[in-house]
């Protein structure tokens, strides 16, 4: 039985407010935040990065499982669209970061917004084949949105890491598919500091399709309908595509609420579907079931049927803090600090 054995999620503290970012730009930001479900984003400090918030999720991930060995890890995964170097793996840095030794394999995965996810699947797949004990796959990104542009009310930065195995599971995953094709909807090329995004074309052709046709396939192979579901997760690039899509497949709001995080920090990219599932888990009981679809531009969803086990009921979840107290520990900034954070202002070289 392969699964969840344990997981950590981190969110920066500062956040930034649609209107903020409207006043600067000339902007009706309140709109733009409604029209999008967007109350606020959070936004990395100075000090703050992919491999700082991997890190920090890892370590809350393994403080609830005190006895898990981190030797016996034998796989990492992290997938994001901002890792810090284009030449040097963050995988191997928050490997080192929570003790895992030289004897397994580390990754860094990109695919858009699902490379989180993959990173899960691909662990999955480590555990299953014996090759791996235990796998950690993680989903964090500071995401990019050019300034002034709609993608900058929603790209923001948070994380979730996922340990693997096959003992003592808290949410064991019946069955994972994906559904792929190449629909270019958002790129960024080398070099480019920001992504372009193709507008309208990122709904009903590349989000909406992928989304939809990954998860009916997984309970139409599951024999499943959304009544059999007590949460659904799917990913949230703004608070309006997930609650569209839940709605177009038959989900109920009270079914999508706990995992929709978006409209309170905004859209995490790999980071996003993680922190949604992370959440569920924070207020999980035994028994419950879980339908989680990611969705990543390019284009692909990767959808996964899950059940928690009893073995949550003597998890250590409070050896580490849930997401809700640390979304609770919030400071708003002004755009002047947001562009000073996140390094928009290009300082001259020395």
């Given at each position: 039985?392969?699964?969840?054995?344990?997981?950590?999620?981190?969110?920066?503290?500062?956040?930034?407010?649609?209107?903020?970012?409207?006043?600067?730009?000339?902007?009706?930001?309140?709109?733009?935040?409604?029209?999008?479900?967007?109350?606020?984003?959070?936004?990395?400090?100075?000090?703050?990065?992919?491999?700082?918030?991997?890190?920090?999720?890892?370590?809350?991930?393994?403080?609830?499982?005190?006895?898990?060995?981190?030797?016996?890890?034998?796989?990492?995964?992290?997938?994001?669209?901002?890792?810090?170097?284009?030449?040097?793996?963050?995988?191997?840095?928050?490997?080192?970061?929570?003790?895992?030794?030289?004897?397994?394999?580390?990754?860094?995965?990109?695919?858009?917004?699902?490379?989180?996810?993959?990173?899960?699947?691909?662990?999955?797949?480590?555990?299953?084949?014996?090759?791996?004990?235990?796998?950690?796959?993680?989903?964090?990104d500071t995401s990019q949105g050019a300034p002034g542009d709609a993608l900058e009310y929603s790209a923001a930065a948070g994380g979730?890491?996922?340990?693997?195995?096959?003992?003592?599971v808290i949410a064991q995953v019946n069955k994972t598919l994906s559904f792929t094709t190449d629909t270019s909807d958002f790129w960024?090329?080398?070099?480019?500091?920001?992504?372009?995004?193709?507008?309208?074309?990122?709904?009903?052709?590349?989000?909406?399709?992928?989304?939809?046709?990954?998860?009916?396939?997984?309970?139409?192979?599951?024999?499943?309908?959304?009544?059999?579901?007590?949460?659904?997760?799917?990913?949230?690039p703004n608070g309006k595509f997930p609650t569209r899509v839940a709605a177009q497949l038959g989900f109920q709001p009270e079914q999508?609420?706990?995992?929709?995080?978006?409209?309170?920090?905004?859209?995490?990219?790999?980071?996003?579907?993680?922190?949604?599932?992370?959440?569920?888990?924070?207020?999980?009981?035994?028994?419950?079931?879980?339908?989680?679809?990611?969705?990543?531009?390019?284009?692909?969803?990767?959808?996964?049927?899950?059940?928690?086990?009893?073995?949550?009921?003597?998890?250590?979840?409070?050896?580490?803090?849930?997401?809700?107290?640390?979304?609770?520990?919030?400071?708003?900034?002004?755009?002047?600090?947001?562009?000073?954070?996140?390094?928009?202002?290009?300082?001259?070289?020395?």
């Amino acid at each position: 039985m392969e699964g969840i054995v344990s997981y950590g999620a981190y969110v920066p503290r500062y956040r930034i407010l649609p209107e903020e970012i409207g006043r600067v730009w000339g902007a009706d930001g309140k709109s733009m935040g409604k029209g999008l479900m967007i109350n606020q984003k959070s936004v990395p400090s100075p000090d703050e990065d992919t491999v700082t918030i991997a890190t920090e999720a890892a370590r809350y991930m393994m403080a609830r499982v005190p006895e898990v060995s981190s030797a016996d890890i034998g796989a990492v995964y992290i997938g994001s669209e901002s890792h810090p170097y284009a030449v040097k793996p963050s995988s191997a840095i928050v490997a080192a970061a929570i003790g895992a030794t030289p004897d397994m394999t580390a990754v860094d995965m990109e695919f858009a917004c699902k490379a989180g996810t993959a990173g899960i699947q691909a662990g999955l797949a480590m555990v299953k084949a014996g090759y791996a004990k235990y796998a950690v796959a993680i989903g964090a990104d500071t995401s990019q949105g050019a300034p002034g542009d709609a993608l900058e009310y929603s790209a923001a930065a948070g994380g979730a890491a996922y340990l693997l195995g096959s003992e003592n599971v808290i949410a064991q995953v019946n069955k994972t598919l994906s559904f792929t094709t190449d629909t270019s909807d958002f790129w960024r090329r080398e070099g480019m500091m920001y992504p372009v995004h193709g507008g309208r074309f990122s709904g009903a052709p590349a989000y909406f399709r992928h989304v939809s046709t990954a998860a009916k396939n997984l309970m139409k192979a599951m024999g499943t309908e959304p009544a059999d579901y007590n949460y659904a997760v799917f990913h949230q690039p703004n608070g309006k595509f997930p609650t569209r899509v839940a709605a177009q497949l038959g989900f109920q709001p009270e079914q999508i609420e706990c995992g929709l995080l978006t409209p309170n920090i905004g859209n995490c990219y790999s980071g996003a579907v993680p922190l949604g599932l992370a959440h569920v888990l924070d207020h999980a009981k035994p028994g419950d079931r879980i339908l989680v679809t990611s969705y990543g531009s390019g284009a692909g969803s990767d959808a996964f049927d899950i059940t928690v086990t009893d073995a949550i009921k003597d998890y250590k979840r409070q050896n580490a803090p849930v997401l809700d107290d640390i979304l609770s520990r919030t400071v708003v900034i002004d755009y002047a600090t947001y562009a000073k954070y996140k390094n928009t202002i290009k300082m001259p070289e020395e």
